[in-house]
Structures are given as structure tokens and as C-alpha cells.
């Protein structure tokens, strides 16, 4: 499977690109701040047609780029039906300061066509089935997709980082939330699968098992 990683122009956002292979249809991932021009450049290098782009949560580094890469390509956006709300106004996950961050005027419009996904959900897509996992914690509406099953990655969005969790003091997040769905839906993963981070670099699920302090923590407690 090709998979590309664009890094955002803020806050280290990871784009990923999946396909099959050069030549074929793919799906957009999490296109942040500042993706869209080396997006467009990466699909017509790699000679791919996007289906879909697929949201792992409404927060606006993840989002940024969603309506121009949608429009672009005359392709759905999907989303966790509890963050819909944020492709309607982006602003309401993030405290007064937010504004700030990403620039000076946000001329924001949502994609026209948003589907909705629901925990469990499966979706096949460009030759790829991507199974939702719905784990919220760092927002409501926050998941993880599933692909894969001899060797199998997730793309954790901001639940799961490479030795780090996602932060659950926005609004929307819940620690009580954040936990329940480490210890329901990341830890019962198999330690090979690889996961693919909403920021920084990938990793393993036996890697983050093994020194990952919060999942470290959740397992003994888990065990006691």
C-alpha cells in the first residue's frame, strides 16, 4: 500500500495519502493548514484520483483544507456524526485564543457534500476497506480507521501519538472519555499494527504498549 505523509504548514498536522499504488484512486486524510497546494502536486506526481477525504476529528488543524481539496476533486468528506457540527463552525472546538494561531481571517465554508460515520462503520474505498473506530476523548466525535488485517494500520488522528495521547482540556474533550477509549479500542489492537498519528511519527501499537507512559499507566491499573 502507498502511503504519503504531507506535514501542515502549523502544529505539525499530518496529511496522509492512501492507495493502492501510483495510478490509482486514493483517499485524503486530515488535509491541515496549508495542505492543498502540495496536495494537488503530490496527486499529479503520483498520478492518483482521490474518492474521498476522511476526518479523524472536527479540529480545525485537521480540517483547514478539507472544502478546497473537496471541491477540487468533486469528493464527500466523512466525519464522525458527533463532530459534524465543527464543519459548521470549526471555531467552536477551540478556546478564544484559537483565532490567533491560524491566521488573522478565517473565510471558512463547509464541504458540500458531508456523509456521516458511525462506530463500526466500514467503508470501502479506493481498493482499501477502513474500519471506524469511534474513540472520543480529545473530542467527541474523534476516530480512528482501521485498515487492514494481515498487516494492519490505524490512523489514530489525536487519540494516539508516538509516545504521547491527544490533550482533552478543548472543548468537547473528556479525560473520563480519553481513557475508557484507550483501554477499549487501542489496547485490545494487535502489537504489530502500525498507527498513524495525527502529528508526529508513526509507531507501533506494541511500541506505544511498552513505553507509552498513559498507555503504560492504563494497562497496570487495567491489571491491579
Given at each position: 500500500?502507498?502511503?504519503?505523509?504531507?506535514?501542515?504548514?502549523?502544529?505539525?498536522?499530518?496529511?496522509?495519502?492512501?492507495?493502492?499504488?501510483?495510478?490509482?484512486?486514493?483517499?485524503?486524510?486530515?488535509?491541515?493548514?496549508?495542505?492543498?497546494?502540495?496536495?494537488e502536486e503530490l496527486l499529479r506526481d503520483k498520478r492518483l484520483?482521490?474518492?474521498?477525504?476522511?476526518?479523524?476529528?472536527?479540529?480545525?488543524?485537521?480540517?483547514?483544507?478539507?472544502?478546497?481539496?473537496?471541491?477540487?476533486?468533486?469528493?464527500?468528506?466523512?466525519?464522525?456524526?458527533?463532530?459534524?457540527?465543527?464543519?459548521?463552525?470549526?471555531?467552536?472546538?477551540?478556546?478564544?485564543?484559537?483565532?490567533?494561531?491560524?491566521?488573522?481571517?478565517?473565510?471558512?465554508?463547509?464541504?458540500?457534500?458531508?456523509?456521516?460515520?458511525?462506530?463500526?462503520?466500514?467503508?470501502?474505498?479506493?481498493?482499501?476497506?477502513?474500519?471506524?473506530?469511534?474513540?472520543?476523548?480529545?473530542?467527541?466525535?474523534?476516530?480512528?480507521?482501521?485498515?487492514?488485517?494481515?498487516?494492519?494500520?490505524?490512523?489514530?488522528?489525536?487519540?494516539?501519538?508516538?509516545?504521547?495521547?491527544?490533550?482533552?482540556?478543548?472543548?468537547?474533550?473528556?479525560?473520563?472519555?480519553?481513557?475508557?477509549?484507550?483501554?477499549?479500542?487501542?489496547?485490545?489492537?494487535?502489537?504489530?499494527?502500525?498507527?498513524?498519528?495525527?502529528?508526529?511519527?508513526?509507531?507501533?501499537?506494541?511500541?506505544?504498549?511498552?513505553?507509552?507512559?498513559?498507555?503504560?499507566?492504563?494497562?497496570?491499573?487495567?491489571?491491579?
Amino acid at each position: 500500500m502507498l502511503i504519503e505523509t504531507l506535514v501542515a504548514d502549523a502544529f505539525g498536522t499530518n496529511c496522509y495519502v492512501l492507495a493502492d499504488g501510483p495510478g490509482s484512486e486514493c483517499v485524503v486524510v486530515d488535509p491541515g493548514i496549508g495542505i492543498a497546494p502540495r496536495l494537488e502536486e503530490l496527486l499529479r506526481d503520483k498520478r492518483l484520483k482521490p474518492v474521498a477525504v476522511m476526518l479523524t476529528h472536527g479540529h480545525l488543524d485537521h480540517t483547514f483544507s478539507v472544502t478546497p481539496v473537496c471541491g477540487a476533486n468533486d469528493v464527500p468528506a466523512y466525519i464522525h456524526a458527533a463532530d459534524r457540527h465543527l464543519l459548521e463552525d470549526p471555531m467552536q472546538g477551540f478556546g478564544p485564543g484559537m483565532m490567533s494561531l491560524v491566521g488573522t481571517g478565517l473565510d471558512w465554508t463547509e464541504p458540500d457534500d458531508v456523509a456521516v460515520l458511525a462506530d463500526g462503520g466500514a467503508l470501502d474505498l479506493a481498493g482499501m476497506t477502513f474500519t471506524v473506530d469511534h474513540a472520543p476523548g480529545h473530542t467527541q466525535g474523534s476516530a480512528m480507521f482501521n485498515i487492514g488485517a494481515a498487516d494492519p494500520f490505524c490512523l489514530t488522528g489525536d487519540v494516539l501519538f508516538n509516545n504521547g495521547i491527544g490533550r482533552t482540556d478543548l472543548p468537547g474533550g473528556s479525560e473520563t472519555q480519553m481513557s475508557a477509549s484507550l483501554v477499549n479500542k487501542v489496547l485490545p489492537k494487535d502489537d504489530h499494527t502500525v498507527i498513524l498519528p495525527g502529528h508526529g511519527p508513526r509507531s507501533t501499537i506494541g511500541a506505544e504498549r511498552a513505553g507509552n507512559a498513559y498507555l503504560h499507566h492504563l494497562v497496570a491499573a487495567h491489571r491491579a
